[in-house]
């Protein structure tokens, strides 16, 4: 019995114990909650106290060109009218909500569940993959802050958050956001974007018409119905989604909002009448998606961009452009000009007419470039060590491929051959598709296509025999870079359009470092170039243009049924000029022969303050006179000769002779390393 008492005593004093620790424990807890209670109220009562910071103060960006001067103050065409919630669709209101944070009446400015799934994914991907901002976060992020995504924006960006919670209203928020989101295309805030969209206020804006729009601030370059349709309707798809989901629509209004074909209208752009439009377009895309520097802050953070286009040359690749295509219906042109030496974009012109196109054709990657394809075949035969003296039957042949399985018959131009034997200079100078493909069979399609690698040509080449006529497109971009890396001895530089960035404070926030590589040895380089310069002699497919060039040029035109092509260089311009149309309508012979006259008037008007350069001779070259008949050294028994350049070890070391054994004439004979300076210095006064 006295045993059973004091096991009772026990259990007795345990749960008195038991209780007493539980007491504590809830005044503990009861504590900690009022005194987090008391931190968070002085908190939130000092936040309240503190003033926000200055909103950011919206400078405009500039873009010079490479000697200072100034092409453009891109925040003239800033646009943005503010205007009160009421005056705003529900549509889009209701879209705008349920896409970026439907919770955004629930929360104080930042969204403890959505916080926490980002946290989550932040940590297992050790980076900043989620953003999970509300709408209140977005707007001081966009008013105070910059978009650098790091943990310590992150956190300003909840304090400021949380600022704006306590001393604005949820609607003077959201009126506030809907204001100033930016819509790409210069456009701030809903009226402006749906003046600009749909000709219209924002207040009378449909379903459809709501749903498409407010699914653009995702990211304006590509969800734009300017840019990308097929992008935009997807995201608007979203939007829809995101309604159905929350209650604002029925799946049926979603469905027929989603089918309803919404007409939008032209853009409209300050940037029309500016100066080098198409180049001002490019240097957006590098800086915004090469650089990652967004659009708001290209646009209005004050930037000084300094690019490498000389505002001089472009203004003469737009006359010239416009004298030769005057008033031609639909007839379009591109031309791109680069110095060899550096990469650096001097010239650019994406079209006949910006404002009624904003098509950049210099990167079109659907035009044949035709025979202006075919160095880039004899640069590979040059570097296997084929003499220019190589020659082949100009007439028409059959080239067997695929192991014999296939043929393929081409056809020079017009169906004209000489039925000769024809080398290489001849060959370039008459563009003898002929000759090209022989050369192409001998050299290997795939050793061509190395080439074109080298030189910085991306596009899709297949290695098959039409491939020596330009059959595959390729960008007026690529052919200029490739161009302008044999005219620097075979050495390819990175074409640059940005060479600085200045931010608002006037702090370099990238400098550009162009890459170079090698990409044909500079002898191979010098007697290409020299082969090129034959098409502006008589009877080559340049002469036409012959006398409007007073200065030592090589080039190769082009022509297909679509495209006219004129490429080539000095030793300070590289310059790719394209006729033709945009869509599948052949060109004209007349059409066809307005490329070479645009690359010559540019050519010279830009270099006409410059003297004269020959191209420099690299070590490794040989020059020498040939018999351009039986293709031997020029001797006495020759009835003519042609000074002709050779990497060292190709070229001839047999005379033509009459059989007397006499020594060639002075004139003819081989100059060791580089030709005679008298017989240079004379040929280079007449050219």
Not at 21 to 37: G, M, N
Not at 521 to 547: C, D, K, N
Request: hydrophobic letters at 35%; charged letters at 20%; glycine letters at 6%.
């Amino acid at each position: 019995m006295r045993q059973r008492l004091l096991e009772e005593e026990k259990k007795s004093s345990f749960l008195i114990r038991r209780m007493i620790d539980i007491k504590r424990f809830i005044v503990f807890l009861f504590s900690a909650a009022l005194v987090l209670a008391a931190v968070l109220v002085l908190a939130f009562l000092y936040l309240r106290s503190q003033p926000l910071p200055a909103s950011s103060v919206l400078q405009s960006s500039q873009i010079f060109d490479a000697n200072g001067t100034l092409i453009s103050s891109l925040e003239t065409g800033r646009n943005q009218q503010a205007i009160s919630l009421d005056k705003i669709s529900p549509y889009l209101i209701k879209a705008t909500l349920d896409i970026e944070d439907h919770r955004f009446y629930e929360h104080p400015g930042i969204d403890p569940k959505g916080l926490l799934r980002a946290v989550v994914t932040d940590v297992r991907h050790l980076s900043m993959e989620q953003g999970a901002s509300t709408i209140t976060q977005q707007l001081a992020r966009n008013l105070y802050l910059s978009h650098e995504r790091t943990w310590t924006r992150k956190v300003k960006e909840a304090i400021y958050a949380i600022q704006l919670e306590l001393q604005y209203s949820k609607n003077q928020i959201l009126e506030r956001y809907l204001n100033q989101i930016y819509f790409g295309h210069s456009a701030y805030g809903v009226e402006a974007a749906a003046q600009m969209f749909y000709g219209k206020h924002a207040s009378d804006l449909s379903l459809a018409e709501a749903t498409l729009m407010a699914g653009v601030p995702k990211g304006p370059k590509y969800y734009s119905p300017y840019l990308n349709m097929v992008n935009a309707k997807s995201r608007q798809k979203n939007v829809l989604d995101a309604m159905v989901r929350y209650g604002d629509i029925t799946r049926q209004q979603a469905d027929e909002a989603y089918a309803e074909d919404v007409p939008i209208i032209p853009e409209e752009s300050s940037k029309q009448q500016a100066a080098a439009p198409y180049f001002r377009d490019y240097v957006r895309q590098i800086v915004t998606e090469k650089l990652q520097i967004s659009e708001p802050v290209y646009d209005s953070g004050g930037l000084k961009i300094y690019t490498t286009l000389d505002l001089s040359a472009q203004k003469i690749a737009e006359d010239e452009v416009t004298k030769q295509l005057g008033t031609s219906d639909g007839l379009q042109a591109a031309l791109i000009a680069l110095d060899p030496r550096t990469g650096y974009i001097k010239a650019m012109v994406g079209g006949k007419n910006y404002a009624d196109n904003q098509f950049n054709r210099v990167f079109a990657e659907s035009r044949q470039p035709g025979s202006s394809f075919k160095p880039i075949v004899y640069l590979s035969a040059l570097s296997e060590n084929v003499s220019p003296l190589k020659t082949y039957m100009d007439e028409p042949t059959n080239f067997p491929y695929d192991d014999g399985k296939k043929t393929y018959t081409p056809n020079n131009y017009g169906n004209e051959y000489s039925y000769e034997m024809m080398d290489m200079r001849k060959a370039i100078s008459l563009s003898s598709n002929i000759y090209a493909v022989h050369t192409l069979m001998d050299v290997g399609p795939e050793k061509v296509i190395d080439t074109a690698r080298r030189l910085g040509i991306t596009s899709h080449l297949d290695p098959l025999p039409s491939l020596a006529l330009g059959t595959y497109p390729v960008s007026p971009y690529e052919m200029a870079a490739a161009f302008a890396s044999i005219a620097n001895q075979g050495v390819r530089v990175e074409p640059t359009a940005v060479l600085r960035i200045e931010d608002s404070r006037g702090h370099v926030i990238y400098r550009a470092h162009p890459e170079s590589h090698r990409a044909a040895e500079p002898a191979q380089a010098y007697v290409l170039t020299s082969l090129m310069e034959s098409i502006f002699e008589e009877g080559g497919t340049g002469y036409r243009v012959s006398s409007l060039l007073k200065r030592t040029v090589a080039g190769k035109t082009g022509t297909t049924d679509s495209d006219a092509w004129m490429v080539g260089f000095t030793p300070e311009l590289a310059t790719a000029v394209w006729v033709g149309y945009d869509r599948g309508r052949t060109i004209t012979p007349v059409e066809a022969h307005k490329a070479a006259p645009i690359f010559a008037g540019f050519t010279e008007r830009t270099l006409a303050d410059l003297p004269p350069e020959p191209f420099e001779i690299p070590e490794g070259v040989v020059t020498v006179y040939v018999d351009p008949v039986s293709g031997k050294l020029a001797g006495s028994g020759c009835s003519e000769s042609k000074l002709e350049a050779f990497i060292a070890g190709t070229e001839p070391t047999e005379y033509c002779s009459d059989g007397s054994g006499r020594p060639p004439s002075p004139q003819g004979g081989a100059q060791s390393g580089h030709s005679n300076w008298w017989e240079d210095l004379k040929r280079w006064w007449n050219e």
